[in-house]
C-alpha cells in the first residue's frame, strides 16, 4: 500500500468524518472504498453490455472453430 496526499472540500471532509463517526469505520477505509467505487463504475463504463456480448460472442466462435479443428 502507498501513501497519497489528496485536497477535499470542506464539505467532503465533514460528510467523511460523520460517516465515519457513525460507522466507527476509518476515514482512510471510507476512502480507498470510494475509491474502488470509481473504479468499477469506469470499467463498467468502458466495458458496455453490448462490447461484452461481441466479446462473448467472439469468444464463443472461436472456441467452435478451435472444436473443428481438433476434430479434423
Do not use: H, W, Y
Not at 457513525?22 to 475509491?35: C, D, E, F, H, N
Amino acid at each position: 500500500m502507498k501513501t497519497i496526499s489528496l485536497k477535499l472540500e470542506d464539505r467532503q471532509i465533514k460528510l467523511l468524518d460523520a460517516v465515519s463517526r457513525a460507522t466507527r469505520i476509518p476515514k482512510s477505509a471510507l476512502i480507498r472504498k470510494g475509491v474502488d467505487l470509481v473504479l468499477l463504475q469506469a470499467r463498467e463504463d468502458i466495458v458496455t453490455a453490448e462490447l461484452r456480448r461481441e466479446i462473448d460472442d467472439l469468444l464463443n466462435e472461436d472456441s467452435k472453430l478451435l472444436r473443428r479443428l481438433s476434430k479434423a
